[in-house]
């Protein structure tokens, strides 16, 4: 099992940028697909990026693809998302998730992953 705890979330304005964190205390990170996912007031979670165990393989939603960057740093436990040129419609709940499926290299789908964060604000002003 894996403790998943988000940082970084805050307000943005249009245009602007955000680092998220997602610290993974523990010597088991390195052996989960890890991913990012969002939730808006209203609306369902979505995927929002994943990235393979040693980080090199990466896939994003077409919404946040050219803007967004995901990255891990395996010797630290840590997840990582970049979130430049944010526009209001990025305005969420942005959750960090591990995978534990070994047959897993990347994984696209909200709910396929197994553990999950708490979750951080993320609030992109007109």
């Known amino acids: 099992q894996v403790q998943l705890a988000e940082s970084g979330g805050g307000l943005a304005q249009t245009g602007g940028s955000l680092r998220l964190s997602c610290a993974a205390p523990g010597r088991a990170f390195s052996i989960y697909v890890m991913g990012w996912s969002r939730q808006a007031p209203g609306k369902e979670r979505e995927f929002v990026a994943t990235?393979?165990?040693?980080?090199?393989?990466?896939y994003y939603a077409e919404s946040v693809k050219g803007r967004f960057t995901i990255s891990r740093d395996n010797a630290k436990n840590t997840l990582f998302l970049q979130m430049n040129s944010l526009r209001p419609e990025d305005t969420a709940v942005y959750y960090c998730?591990?995978?534990?499926?070994?047959?897993?290299?990347?994984?696209?789908?909200?709910?396929?992953?197994?553990?999950w964060g708490q979750g951080t604000q993320v609030t992109v002003s007109l």
């Open positions: 998730s591990a995978d534990s499926d070994p047959s897993a290299l990347i994984t696209t789908n909200s709910r396929r992953y197994d553990y």
């Open positions: 990235i393979s165990r040693s980080g090199s393989s990466t």
